[in-house]
């Protein structure tokens, strides 16, 4: 293999890195996005364990700003149940978008590494 000019191994190294450099920021910020997911899906089931422990004659009310609008029972259960399986779809995305650029960022080691070797 030819070599390659210093500004050219440069650029790449420089791309490269930027690369690895973007791929952590967006591991981090998926972290935190499936932590604040993975909360406010233990409050979403917490709820609803609590609802199911009523009896179905209890009147139960939601809040909509400051008032409380009574509901049915069954139809807050059913929201909640929706809510957590829309949660729970999500937190799969992020986990799937952590390990896309975990293994992004894995890859540019090697090729960094490489380069410097170069």
């Known amino acids: 293999m030819s070599k390659l000019p210093d500004e050219v191994l440069k650029k790449i190294l420089n791309e490269i890195q930027t690369q690895a450099i973007a791929s952590q920021q967006h591991i981090t910020t998926s972290q935190i996005q499936r932590q604040a997911k993975e ?27 400051k008032a409380f609008i009574k509901e049915d029972l069954n139809q807050i259960e059913q929201k909640l149940t929706t809510q957590i399986k829309e949660i729970n779809n999500e937190i799969d995305a992020l986990n799937k978008k952590i390990i896309y650029h975990e293994t992004t960022l894995a890859n540019t080691q090697p090729h960094i590494e490489r380069i410097m070797n170069s």
Do not use: C, Q
Request: proline share 4%; no cysteine.
């Open 39 to 65: 909360k406010e899906k233990k409050i979403s089931e917490l709820i609803f364990n609590e609802l199911s422990k009523l009896t179905r004659d209890t009147p139960v009310y939601s809040s909509a700003g």
